[in-house]
Every structure is written in C-alpha cells, then in structure tokens.
C-alpha cells in the first residue's frame, strides 16, 4: 500500500509563492500518475493538477493554470506543486493523490490514495 505524506504548506501572503511537496513509500512511485486536489472551507473537493507516471504530461485546472506547475523526481518518490502569483481563492487544504495507472487524471474518483493533507492559506 502506497502512503503518501505532503509538506510545504502555510500562511503566505497575495501574490506570494508557496511549494508542496508529496513523498511516497512503496515501490509502485515511478508506475503511478499523481495529482493534486484542494478542499476549500465549505466546498467540494476541487481537481488542481495531476502529472502522468513518466512527468511527460500533466493537466490543470483553468483557474491555476499559468501560475501553477506540477513537477516530480521519481529517482526521490517525490512529486511537487510550485505555487506563484497566489491569490485568496486558493486557500484550501491541498491533498496529494495517486493512482495505479501511468497516464495523468483530472477525476477525484480516478485516485487510489490519498495523503493527509497540507493547509494553503492566503492573506491579503
């Protein structure tokens, strides 16, 4: 079973920058799309961007895109989410999840597993 553990979250400033990291144990890493999703107070979980099992093909949310960029380092089971220009909207929780499939998703269904999430807040 894959478990997977995010950082990098915090209390960041409009127009700031914040990276996420995810680390996962087991071997299934380099095999397993990933992504990321948020959870804002009150609303449903909300796709932000996913990145196939080789890193050549990603996906992202309209209202990220241009300011965030999903990366990983299969060699360190790592996959990231570098965060620019962040507005207040993006204050959520952000959840670092993968699958068993080599090709990128955007489905909150499509996830296997989950970590446990990192809080993003953004001030004004």
């Known amino acids: 079973q894959v478990q997977l553990l995010e950082s990098g979250g915090g209390l960041v400033q409009a127009g700031g920058s914040l990276r996420l990291s995810c680390v996962a144990s087991g071997r299934t890493f380099t095999s397993s799309a990933m992504g990321w999703f948020r959870q804002a107070p009150g609303k449903e979980h909300q796709f932000v961007a996913s990145?196939?099992?080789?890193?050549?093909?990603?996906y992202y949310a309209d209202s990220v895109k241009g300011r965030f960029t999903i990366s990983r380092d299969n060699a360190k089971n790592t996959m990231y989410l570098q965060m620019n220009s962040l507005k207040l909207e993006d204050t959520a929780v952000y959840y670092c999840a993968g699958r068993n499939n080599l090709a990128a998703f955007i489905m909150l269904t499509s996830a296997t597993y989950w970590g446990q999430g990192t809080q993003v807040t953004v001030s004004s």
């Open positions: 990145i196939s099992a080789s890193g050549d093909v990603s």
